[in-house]
């Protein structure tokens, strides 16, 4: 089981995500269950929601404290509330950020964890351009499918496709496909397999 | 006026004044095709207004909708007196759920027939006036809301009757209640307080808001059917005399109905879309005292040790009615 | 069709398909989505014929209810904590009334202190109200309840609610297999009401019973709900004869053959469970699970036999008699009499405490070393509660017990999990 953990603001699309990102996993024939943090929705207020994947049913429901991976809407989170808390030391982190690792202070943390899975993106831009909204999450979507490898792009395709519609989905899929490519290139050595390869299937 | 093309000075009888019209001007009630959709037998206290009330109207309202009527009752003296299991009074279908949601329940009535296509079937809602003014309100207020197509009958005798005479927001001031004792320096329920159930229908904007009294039948009649023709929210508050709560005697109670009229203390009148489009003139102006001091429930305001500055402040409130309604012809009194 | 979709929109989903003519809707979280995916559709025309109404409250929303379902409609309302309890009269004279109205409860806890999150305080406080209550695991159980529930509801002429935890069901997103129309309709007949307010054939509903009469018309209710004791374990099975699925019955088990610990629980909970059952089998713990779907009627007899050849169990559960200890472990209690087995109530997750793996790890053991006291409430912050209670023997005015018991924990907008 790969456990996912988003944080984000309220209005970002913090929920969206985890439930696209579970129907990306679920046109991959996987089993995906996404869960917000059940907070009152109130706009700007700091927001976290979870999302596992397995190829087996998931039948646990606790919110995922030891992630395998973060997906960070809005960077300002960092000095406000510990989200890297539970992270695996393997585990992948996709900050939206114009700025480096480095420049947002992450030197330190990141020597405790495998640096080539930490990547930050400037998905708000990507969803300037494309939607025409500062909207981040299909970036960071797509963008989290090349970091981890754990799910195609075509599957990020699909679960676009089915929420929106015309030009919006239009959007949302050159803002992803973007996303994607930059995150590919921004990556040492790709990843040839996915993480969930090995889980017990018993 | 202008809305009731024939008048008839009403003595009591139910028949009267039948004689002289043409068969399609009777009323309902004197008409052998009438429904008895409450049936004799039933457990009103003798000179029970709201028993005659309920009788004409919704007698009426099956006239009207060729018996094609489904009824709601709140609770209350209605529901008690027509009930007691396995008696009933009713000859038309009808429920009674809880005190407080009568409107909703009817409102549930109407959205069936209507998803079931069985259009002809109209819906009545009634109850007293704690059931509508007090705790049905919060129902009463999302049924005119929703503009929901029921008739909601109010019938009025000013206080809590089935629990032994209390305090409504429906009661007058100064009257005796079981909870406004004529006791201490303002005996009696309080001025200044109280709710005017039809001027806030007639603020929700419904098609049709009227008031009646037990001492003009054919009117109440007349509104009932008028009411009927019409479809959304509808609602009639008609004045029904209590001879035990208000200490009248039982043969009164038509009389007491027709000096709350004359006296300007209960304006008649009719209103469409939230605006007035018809009052029952006063016919002789009496001043309230005549109207009060029959009544137990007002004794206290008379005698040796009586309040006439409440009764003045009574006459005040008769007065603004009369002024604010249009209660007297210019050359009336 | 398999799907990829929200609890709620799934329930509204199944709802639609059991074509219900009058839904009555009134906002309360966590109900609200999918009495919202009702409304559109009902907007759009795509549920037909069917009437929704926007009411003023929940009380109203049980009382349009029971009038539309007195004059023959399908009847459906959904709600939850405060909510319920708003309604509270009019669900117990839905009952008495002998209406087959399903309503969905999303499970939440009552205030005060107010709280949004998830438990089954709402729900369990309508135990004796006459409504039936089935408990959904998963959100496909959620789907499939509701339709059982139509069936159920109308062959016996009682209301049911069916429960699901609100948020962790309601809002989570998983996979779930939605029923096609047809099978649906071939599973659920047309309402065939027993009693009908109809101009051609007038009877009157609701008159006042008294003493002569009262005990055999509330016996009726309890003798409907013996008949669902029957009747659940069957429309189960031709439900899944047509459906394809295990889904509903009265209660379920899991790893329990050679259980010498049981575990009862209600609701999604189950799950997170039966993954610690599973750790724990693993390191050669003999534990199992029994899930109770239907929580009234109570299956005494199903949950005495479940239970017969284990030592001791623990009942898990999201609601509290305060005064008393648990609820659901009363009747399981009840179930058990004579038996001399070893019983624990656990108190978890109220107002939404996470109920984890470590958690129920850790509590599992001590029942198994039969270590707990009768009562254990899990993961309850000892030390808040002791402050607490000292300030108020200090202090004549301590203040509002809640507020100051926030205060001590700080700031917990910045933790999760």
Known sequence: ?202 | MGFQPVKFYQTGTFTIGNRLLEPDERSVQSGQARSNSINSGHRACQGCGEALGARYAIDAAMAESKGQLIAANATGCLEVFSTPYPESSWQLPWIHSLFGNAPAVATGIAAAMKVKGKTEVRVVAQGGDGGTTDIGFGCLSGMFERNDDVLYLCYDNQAYMNTGVQRSSATPPAARTATTMPVGPNPGNAFGQGKNVPEIAMAHGIPYVATATVADLRDLEYKVRRAMKMHGARYIQIFVPCPLGWGTASSDTIRMARLAKESGMFPVFEAEHGEVVGVSKIRHKIPVEEYLQPQKRFAHLFGTNGHPEMVTRMQAIADRNIRKYGLLDEEGC | MLKQTEGSKAVAEAIALCRPEVICAYPISPQTHIVEALGEMVKAGNLTPCEFINVESEFAAMSVAIGASAAGARSYTATASQGLLFMVEAVYNAAGLGLPIVMTVANRAIGAPINIWNDHSDSLSQRDSGWMQLFAETNQEAVDLHIQAFRLAEELSMPIMVCMDGFILTHAFERIDIPEQNQVDSYLPPFDPRQVLDPAEPVSIGAMVGPEAFMEVKYLAHAKQMQAIERIPVLAAEFKQIFGRDSGGLIRTYCSEDAETMVIAMGSVLGTIKDTVDEMRAEGHKIGVLGIISYRPFPLEQVRAALSSCKRFVVLEKSLAVGMGGIVATDVRMAVTGSGLKGYTAIAGLGGRPITRATLHKLFLQAEQELLPPVTFVDLDWEAVNKQLTREQQTRRSGPAAENMLHDKGLISAKFG
Request: hydrophobic share 45%; glycine share 8%; proline share 5%.
């Open chain 1, 1 to 202: 089981m790969f456990e996912i953990r988003v944080h984000g603001r309220g209005g970002q699309g913090v929920v969206t995500a985890t439930e696209m990102l579970s129907v990306a996993a679920f046109e991959e024939g996987r089993h995906a269950q996404a869960f917000p943090s059940f907070g009152s929705e109130r706009t700007g207020a700091p927001v976290v929601a979870f999302c596992r994947i397995s190829d087996r049913e998931i039948r646990l429901r606790e919110p995922i404290m030891k992630p395998d991976a973060l997906i960070i809407q809005d960077p300002t989170l960092l000095h406000q509330i510990d989200v890297f808390a539970g992270l695996k030391s393997d585990g992948y982190v996709l900050l939206n950020s114009r700025h480096s690792l480095e420049e947002l202070g992450l030197s330190e943390l990141i020597t405790h964890f495998d640096a080539t899975r930490f990547c930050t993106l400037s998905a708000t831009d990507l969803g300037l351009k494309h939607i025409g909204r500062p909207i981040p999450n299909m970036p960071l979507i797509a963008g989290f499918a090349a970091l981890s490898g754990l799910i195609q792009l075509e599957s990020v395709i699909l679960a676009i496709n089915e929420k929106f519609k015309g030009k919006v989905a239009q959007g949302n899929i050159a803002a992803a496909t973007e996303a994607y490519n930059l995150v590919k290139d921004m990556m040492c050595t790709p990843f040839a397999s996915s993480p969930l390869k090995g889980e017990n299937h018993a």
